[in-house]
């Protein structure tokens, strides 16, 4: 049954001209005074879902963006600072890009986090896709299989550094400790300090590809998924990807099991106006991520006309209705929504964990009051069920 609610704030700044008649993605360029409003829009978001009961906001690590589109760069400093100012909310890692970091640093500045915050942050791990980040951190991105496998690598490292009193490691982009003399001896391992207040560590990952080494990989360290938010290609076949990767693993996982499953959302008084809303920042996020290739079924062609002015309804590009179809965006009344998740419950019986998401662009006044008619309207017809 799904009982936990979250929601993923990716770190978008105030956007004027948004849609597919406003600015073009690449003609963007904010100030520094303007990409950290991001800081302050995660804080009110934060503030804001402790007091309504949410599980978790889950913030998105990323780089270089002077676009205004994702201006956060370090979740585990800024999870410090929210957790300064809530009670109960959990602060996700959706997700540390890892081969933006030496493992060892990020296993140090997670544990550090995870005790200064009473273990209120959730571990998450990604291989990235922009290259402009992990390219320019000397690691590989537009080679494919040299990024999984240094990926793979970095969680092996952390999984170990979190969980092992001490540890060393040999691999094809490591050796840890190096064998270096050291107080007169010679280094053989090392010991995390700190560790991480509770072994072991929850760790979350999203499932873009579901490709079967990648989910058996997962099974391996027993890392759960996030599907949707743009990350993920159809829903459905991700989900049941990860069941049979469960199974191979020896896991009776029900369906939907181990997952949080992400809808972009917008509640209005109906439909209609609902759909009217979102449209222009739906259409925002086609322009960033269309082109990146994580709006599923657009076209090359379409991917071209997404990234300029106008134009879009003789490329054919899709509209947020036809993503509603699959169930990926939602914009409609509370009521619907809560027959929506019904039907979610009804496919999936082993999901437990929803994240329920504004789209890029979405103004901050807005993302506020769309999360309090959630927790009002939406959210106590799933309470009180475990």
């Known amino acids: 049954m799904i009982t936990r609610f979250s929601t993923l704030y990716i770190g978008h700044i105030e956007l004027e001209n948004c849609g597919h008649a406003g600015t073009p993605a690449d003609d963007r360029r904010y100030s520094n005074e303007r990409v950290i409003e991001a800081f302050d829009t995660t804080l009110e978001l934060a503030r804001t879902m402790d007091e309504l009961g949410y599980e978790a906001l889950w913030l998105a690590e990323h780089h270089f963006q002077h676009e205004g589109y994702e201006c956060i760069p370090n979740i585990p400093l800024l999870a410090v600072h929210i957790a300064n100012h809530t009670r109960r909310l959990k602060i996700g890692c959706g997700f540390n890009i890892t081969p933006t970091w030496h493992p060892i640093r990020l296993a140090e500045d997670y544990a550090t986090a995870d005790i200064l915050t009473g273990g209120r942050l959730i571990f998450g791990v990604g291989r990235g896709y922009h290259t402009r980040e992990v390219e320019s951190f000397g690691n590989p991105m537009l080679d ?11 969680v092996e490292i952390i ?6 009193p001490s540890f060393s490691h040999r691999g094809k982009y490591y050796t840890i400790p190096p064998a ?3 107080r ?4 053989r391992d090392l010991t995390l300090v700190p560790r991480p207040l509770r072994q ?6 999203p499932v873009v590809s579901a490709s079967a080494r990648g989910l058996d990989f997962m099974m391996k360290h027993r890392i759960k998924g996030l599907i949707g938010g743009g990350a993920a290609t159809m829903a459905e076949r991700s989900i049941h990807a990860y069941q049979e990767a469960a199974e191979r693993a020896g896991l009776g996982y029900k369906l939907g099991e181990g997952l949080s499953l992400g809808i972009f959302f917008h509640i209005a008084e109906s439909r209609e106006r609902a759909v009217r809303e ?10 960033m991520f269309g082109p990146l290739g994580f709006v599923p079924g657009m076209t090359p062609e379409q991917n071209l006309a997404a990234m300029k002015r106008g134009g879009w309804s003789g490329a054919g590009v899709p509209t947020v209705e036809d993503y509603m179809k699959v169930g ?8 619907e929504f809560v027959a929506h998740l019904r039907s979610l419950e009804q496919k999936y019986p082993g999901l437990e964990y929803v994240h329920v998401s504004n789209s890029m662009g979405t103004p901050q006044s807005v993302m506020l009051e769309q999360l309090a008619w959630f927790a009002k309207e939406v959210k106590p017809h799933f309470a009180n069920r475990k």
């Open 200 to 205: 072991p560590v929850e760790c979350w990952q």
């Open 180 to 182: 270096v003399p050291y």
């Open 144 to 154: 494919g299989e040299a990024n999984r496998e240094l990926f793979e690598e970095q």
């Open 159 to 164: 999984v170990k550094a979190f969980n092992q």
């Open 328 to 335: 990926a965006w939602f914009a409609g009344t509370p009521e």
């Open 184 to 187: 007169g001896y010679e280094l």
């Open 278 to 287: 979102i449209t222009p920042w739906y259409e925002e996020h086609v322009k």
